[in-house]
């Protein structure tokens, strides 16, 4: 989270005092940004700082959850997008781990949905791995119905629990 | 402080019993067939206990639907011989109990009490009983027990415990309990979630499913030193334990091989065995009482159904079939037949069936109904329910025909289940 702010600071900083150059979220820096003092101004064009594009609100590595119909676990077409986007991120940032936290809704027993969150969290898994990421990189955990973000008995709910977390 | 409401339709009764102190209160909806009419007289000298041996013996005999209590007011014999049959049988009692209670200089109760057959006029049981001066409660549930066992030819359930979560916000607490609710003891506390209880048989250790090191694993607890280990704590999840009924080794599920698979595991944590290959999901064993074989769940149909398979591996055979989905299974205590919690359309019904048959029985009215476990004695069934929009503990009697719901102090009850 603190790295997020410092990002999103330094973006801003550079974007007012620079030029309307859009700052290219490609290569990441191999370490954490520097903390940086307000820049002095420059006239000389300002030094060229990537962003880990992790901090791109814009980009699909923005969004870190997959949903699922009732009692699958397939990663649906909609959200295969976001899952290689990871894949694309994580193998071109081997020092980067995620955890996969799967979940459900309650309509299963405790346990069944335990296993059922796995298999979720397992399906990201697999997708990830195909898409070039390590092994090492990714840890999973299921919570089953134990975690959920909504505990309404409704579809509306259902729908936000049923789903894959990814987490950096 | 006890209110009766006899329904005018017919024969429910709805029963409302609540204390000033009231750790939570319990509703009975329904009857046995057959009740038997019983007056329990006050017992002599127990004006002088915290609370009266009398009231827990009526509430426990209330709640299993199969006693009708007879009016006692104006007599209060406390021997065999003050007895005036006439009496009772004017009033209608078929049984009497009768006694007394004393506290001793070192502070311990000592109860005497006798069972009257008022139609024969016989004494059909007596018995002393001694605790210590806080377990009052637990001398009327022995007393109750007695009761029942010599009027119903059943064993009382009534000085049985049960464990259960409770789940207040993100606060989880695992609660043993008298089985009445009454009594309870939290066992532990803590803010990440808690699942799946299973009583060790001696019913001296309680293994469990925690989330405290951010994934699911086991840990056995010993009720007595609170002292626990870690059963499983391999990758991935580590849950749904159950023990054996000879207590030398329990069923787990693990998913370290990939899918959710059921294992075999020695209580110290040795001699870890794979017994099931699906792939699939598999989970929720449960030991047959001669231990020769498991129930337990899969989705290698398609759908979520119960399968039975010999406890030391081997291949599995469907019992569940028809629409819906089926969970949860728990075998009788007489190993004929199974109790599962069965979801169709949208609902979740506790239901039962036979071995024989394989016909299925519903036997409740269907909503958020889950994880049924049977008492000791076979003859009534715990549950996780939701009232009043709260998670609550309900039990019903094997034939459907008693239902009773009980409301916890606050937050959830979830994930009972009846213990030794």
């Keep these: 989270m603190k790295k997020l702010l410092i990002s999103i600071l330094l973006a801003n900083l550079l974007a007012a005092c620079a030029s309307q150059k859009p700052v290219e979220p490609e290569a990441a820096a191999p370490e954490p940004a520097p903390v940086v003092e307000a820049p002095a101004p420059a006239p000389a064009p300002a030094p060229m700082v990537e962003v880990d594009p992790l901090d791109d609100p814009n980009s699909l590595l923005a969004k870190r ?14 959200d295969k ?17 995620v955890r996969l936290e799967g979940n459900c809704d309650e309509r299963g027993s ?7 969150g796995n298999r979720r969290a397992n399906g990201v898994k697999q997708m990830l791995l195909l ?20 505990t309404d008995h409704n579809e509306a709910c259902w729908k936000q629990n049923r ?5 950096y | 402080m006890l209110r009766v409401i006899k ?10 019993v609540s204390t000033a102190s009231a750790e939570l209160s319990i509703e009975i909806i329904g009857a046995g067939e057959n009740q038997i009419p019983i007056a329990i007289v006050p017992f002599g000298g127990e004006g002088k206990l915290a609370l009266t041996i009398k009231e827990v013996v009526v509430s426990d005999l209330l709640r299993s639907g199969l006693f009708r209590m007879i009016d ?3 007599l209060s014999p406390r021997d065999p011989a003050d007895v005036s049959y006439p009496d009772w049988q004017a009033r209608g009692a078929e049984a009497l109990a009768i006694g007394s209670v004393a506290v001793q200089p070192n502070g311990r109760i000592e109860a005497r009490f006798r069972l009257l057959d008022v139609v024969k006029q016989t004494e059909l049981a007596g018995q002393a009983v001694s605790a210590s001066g806080s377990q009052v409660r637990a001398v009327g549930h022995r007393i109750a027990d007695l009761i029942y066992e010599k009027l119903t030819g059943d064993k009382g359930v009534f000085s049985t415990r049960i464990a259960y979560v409770n789940r207040e916000g993100q606060h989880f607490r695992l609660v043993v309990a008298d089985s009445d609710g009454y009594n309870e003891q939290t066992v532990l506390s803590q803010n990440q979630p808690i699942m799946s209880p299973a009583w060790s048989p001696d019913g001296s250790h309680l293994a469990y499913v925690s989330f405290e090191t951010g994934h699911a694993v086991v840990y056995i607890q010993s009720l007595y030193t609170n002292q626990r280990k870690l059963l499983a704590g391999y990758s991935g999840t580590n849950s749904a334990p159950a023990w054996s009924p000879d207590g030398k080794q329990l069923a787990i599920v693990m998913t370290r091989d990939g899918s959710s698979q059921i294992y075999l595991i020695r209580p110290d944590g040795s001699d870890i065995r794979r017994i099931t290959f699906s792939g699939e999901i598999d989970t929720e064993p449960n030991f047959s009482p001669d231990g020769q074989y498991l129930l337990f769940i899969s989705d290698r149909g398609g759908s979520p159904q119960i399968y039975r398979m010999p406890a030391k591996g081997g291949s599995a055979e469907r019992m569940t079939f028809g629409e819906g989905a089926n ?15 069965h979801r169709v359309s949208g609902k979740f019904y506790i239901a039962l069936q036979d071995f024989q048959t394989g016909q299925m029985e519903l036997l409740t009215e269907g909503g958020w109904e889950k994880k049924p476990s049977f008492a000791p004695n076979g003859k009534l069934i715990m549950f996780a329910s939701e009232a009043r929009e709260r998670g609550i503990l309900a039990t019903v009697s094997s034939d459907g025909r008693v239902k009773q719901r009980m409301f916890t102090r606050s937050g959830d009850a979830r994930e009972p289940v009846w213990g030794p």
């Design chain 1, 163 to 167: 789903r894959t977390d990814i987490r």
């Design chain 1, 81 to 97: 997008p976001i899952v290689q986007a990871h894949a694309k991120y994580l193998s071109e940032h081997p020092d980067r781990k």
């Design chain 1, 110 to 116: 405790n346990e069944y949905n335990l296993g059922l």
């Design chain 2, 327 to 341: 969970f949860s299974p728990r075998h009788t205590p007489d190993g004929k037949g199974f109790v599962f919690t």
């Design chain 1, 65 to 78: 959850s997959t949903y699922y119909p009732f009692d699958v676990s397939a990663v649906q077409d909609a």
């Design chain 2, 7 to 16: 329904n005018i339709v017919g024969a429910v009764i709805l029963l409302h």
């Design chain 2, 72 to 74: 006692t007011e104006g």
């Design chain 1, 131 to 150: 898409g070039g990421a390590r092994a090492s990189q990714i840890e999973t955990v299921s919570y089953g119905e134990e975690k959920p973000r909504c």
